[in-house]
């Protein structure tokens, strides 16, 4: 699929760090899970729960931050596998969907990211990070004004009339479920 300037723009401007800190930890990003981790690094999941003290079926948490073992795989390759990893979820939305424009909401009392996210069609936490590089996450309080991308999927949709298949190619609408400041 062909990358346009939007496009282009959001897989160079992700603003996660996926990287090891000097004290052998790393912050848990989108999409990320106990799984991953353990793939990335050629040991057990269980091995990750018990260097954080984690019980089974715990989920990690986006902006936790978590201890890894780096026995098996350098901090290098960890980085490089988990980058990997990102670039190719980036790719896949980018060669079915494209940003068509922007706007602004005014984050209200009792909202979080998620539920703001969910709002809108197509919109990962990832993507919602990259357009917001300077707001903190892990603090977005009321007020707060986050810049939304507007998604709109590119692919041939397939619908059913009178018990047959029809192919089209317009592409759905941005849905906006969340009312916004401008």
């Known amino acids: 699929a062909l990358v346009t300037g939007a496009e282009k723009v959001a897989l160079s401007a992700d603003p996660s760090d996926y990287t090891e800190s000097s004290d052998g930890t790393i912050e848990v990003q989108a999409t990320e899970t106990l799984g991953h981790y353990a793939e990335w690094l050629d040991v057990r999941a269980t091995r990750l729960r018990e260097l954080n003290r984690m019980r089974p079926g715990t ?4 902006g936790q931050r978590l201890t890894i073992d780096t026995s098996r795989v350098s901090t290098d390759e960890f980085a490089q596998r988990r980058r990997g990893y990102h670039q190719k979820l980036q790719e ?8 068509i424009g922007t706007e602004v909401h005014v ?3 009792g909202e979080s990211l998620w539920l703001i996210a969910q709002g809108y069609q197509n919109l990962p936490i990832w993507l919602l990070r990259q357009y917001n590089p300077d707001v903190d996450f892990d603090d977005v309080r009321p007020r707060t004004e986050l810049t939304l991308p507007l998604v709109e999927t590119t692919v041939p949709r397939q619908s059913t009339f009178a018990g ?3 192919s089209t190619t317009a ?8 009312p916004s400041a401008h």
């Open 171 to 178: 592409p759905s609408p941005p849905m906006r479920g969340i």
């Open 107 to 109: 984050v209200r009392r």
């Open 92 to 99: 896949d939305f980018f060669a079915i969907n494209r940003i």
């Open 59 to 62: 989920p990690v948490v986006i």
């Open 164 to 166: 047959s298949q029809a």
